[in-house]
């Protein structure tokens, strides 16, 4: 029923795991705050260890970029064409690429190599392409993209993607995902044609939740030289650009993420059901739509404001300051984003991954059998062993959650003035715990 | 503090593991018969809704229903199945689940989900 594709999901995890994750979240958040480093340690601008600058040249080199962009093109335009010409089923190709391989597997690859969006995103090769088949006169950006929006435009388009997959009607539709790409296509090429590559960099919601995941990448450019290095993923997290939207943007992502788990609970489900019981009249689909939009925006709602009143509850900062503080912490977000969106979407991106590709491979239903992809069966590594899954998803929550304490720390240490160091950071601790534990309390069934 | 550390993660990891080893070894059911389920949609209320089931890997389970309308029963599994609902009483649709996981059954037309079965390996 959710993300379209039918198909079981997850075993709730068991009660003991759930209970080990919080307590070991709980007890390292305290021994943290009570025992750790009392000096920034992490710097955006560390120079990490670099890596053979053939790497760099070989990554840079125009050949690469251009057979990696047409691959990835190429796919894409498969993908469509299999949306289009397929069978108009859940079984189609295009709702495995979009809602599978697409939204998960970003997060994976952006984790393991960098912001990947920026070279295979389909879009951009499009763009470049048409920029250069037209005269310069011609397709020269007249505007400069408006900085003052700035990840704003990417947070609507999440919500859009996250509404489509959670809330809309029926997210299996293949014409609602169908005119989805359409608008996101004419939005983002158009856009770029009057404001240039900058447009893609800051409006693409996928460019930048791809830039967003990758700031907990090992890899980096380095700073100074723009050669690639190897280096602490904490030295890396506190570069994400502090923008308008940036909390907006990732609390889109936590919200929305937790707001899949709960609404798949008993609880909201007969919350739901007595409610379209009350709305005589309308149609069922129609209203429990309109509640899941609510429930969605609700859940967004308390990410982004708990996340800044949590910022800006500390001592000694002037007003202005103050207001700047939640971009600030902003990166402290993205590895609860990224554990937590693993936890919940991990199996999904190993079996239904795998589905999609099989189904990929004969897309329009006449027999094709690619690669010899069509007859392979999907292995269900994950779902047969339960417990290994299970400990997984635990390990990724209390991981992400770990990991964004040591952040925000950190991050405190540097912001916060002498005297509030501890007091200041005690409110956004608080705060992550309880998203760890909310977490964990859906992982565990809700 | 490192040797407070390492204390602190060794009890921890003691417990995990012990946790985990519990958790692992529930006691292993002798195979159940059968999951059965009544089913009844009057009026386009549907009973139950929601519910909460337990089964195991390939056991049969079976969803009696009395409807007053035609619908589809949607299985939401790995095979996955749909069945036709008539107006009838006392239809039986049987099935079994491969893969372990969290199946919803739902009613197509009514948009009800009438049970998640969790089915363990």
């Known amino acids: 029923m959710a993300h379209g594709l039918g198909g079981s999901s997850d075993l709730p995890v068991p009660y003991a795991y759930a209970m080990v994750g919080a307590a070991w979240a709980l007890t390292f958040t305290f021994a943290l705050v009570a025992f750790a480093w009392r000096r920034p340690r992490f710097d955006p601008d560390a120079p990490g260890h670099p890596l053979p600058s053939a790497l760099t040249t070989v990554i840079d080199a125009r050949a690469t970029r251009w057979t990696v962009a047409g691959v990835a093109l190429a796919f894409a335009v498969w993908v469509v064409l299999a949306g289009i010409w397929g069978s108009q089923t859940q079984a189609n190709g295009l709702l495995g690429a979009f809602y599978v391989l697409l939204w998960v597997g970003l997060v994976a690859a952006s984790l393991a190599f960098g912001p990947v969006w920026r070279v295979i995103s389909p879009v951009r090769t499009v763009y470049l392409l048409l920029r250069r088949a037209t005269p310069r006169r011609l397709s020269r950006p007249r505007l400069s993209y408006p900085e003052s929006w700035g990840y704003r435009p990417a947070a609507v388009g999440l919500f859009t993607f996250v509404w489509l997959e959670l809330a809309s009607p029926n997210s299996a539709s293949l014409p609602c995902v169908k005119s989805w790409l359409l608008v996101y296509v004419v939005v983002l090429l158009g856009g770029a044609w009057w404001c240039g590559q900058r447009w893609l960099a800051r409006v693409d919601p996928f460019g930048v939740y791809s830039m967003a995941v990758s700031r907990l990448s090992p890899f980096r450019r380095s700073p100074t030289t723009g050669k690639i290095v190897i280096g602490n993923p904490f030295d890396h997290l506190p570069s994400l650009p502090v923008r308008p939207g940036v909390v907006a943007m990732l609390a889109v992502l936590l919200g929305s993420t937790a707001f899949d788990s709960y609404s798949s609970s008993p609880t909201w489900r007969n919350f739901a059901d007595r409610l379209s019981r009350l709305a005589h009249g309308v149609p069922a689909t129609l209203s429990s739509s309109i509640l899941r939009t609510i429930g969605l925006l609700v859940f967004i709602s308390v990410v982004a404001l708990t996340f800044s009143l949590a910022a800006r509850a500390t001592g000694g900062v002037d007003r202005g300051p103050r207001r700047a503080l939640p971009g600030q912490m902003a990166h402290s977000l993205i590895p609860i984003v990224v554990g937590y969106i693993f936890a919940h979407y991990l199996s999904y991106l190993v079996e239904r991954g795998q589905q999609a590709v099989i189904a990929l491979a004969d897309p329009f239903g006449r027999g094709w059998n690619l690669l010899g992809l069509a007859h392979m069966q999907v292995a269900y590594v994950l779902s047969t062993h339960p417990p290994v899954l299970a400990g997984i998803k635990v390990a990724c929550v209390v991981t992400g959650h770990i990991t964004a304490v040591i952040a925000a720390h950190d991050k405190a240490l540097r912001l916060l003035p002498a005297g509030y160091q501890l007091t200041g950071q005690l409110t956004m601790m608080l705060v992550m715990v309880g998203y760890t534990f909310t977490g964990l309390y859906l992982l565990f069934g809700g | ?121």
């Open chain 2, 1 to 121: 503090m490192t040797l407070r550390n390492t204390v602190f993660a060794a009890l921890v990891t003691a417990l995990m593991c012990g946790l985990v080893a519990c958790g692992g070894k529930s006691p292993s059911q002798p195979p159940a018969a059968g999951l059965d389920v009544n089913v009844t949609i009057a009026n386009g209320q549907v009973t139950p809704t929601n519910a909460t089931l337990q089964a195991k890997v390939k056991q049969q389970i079976t969803f009696h229903v009395t409807s007053d309308a035609p619908d589809e029963l949607h299985v939401h599994s790995v095979p996955d199945h749909k069945f036709q609902v008539a107006a009838a009483p006392n239809q039986a649709f049987q099935f079994s689940v491969d893969v372990p996981g969290n199946v919803e059954v739902e009613l197509h037309h009514l948009d009800r989900t009438v049970a998640t079965i969790q089915v363990q390996p």
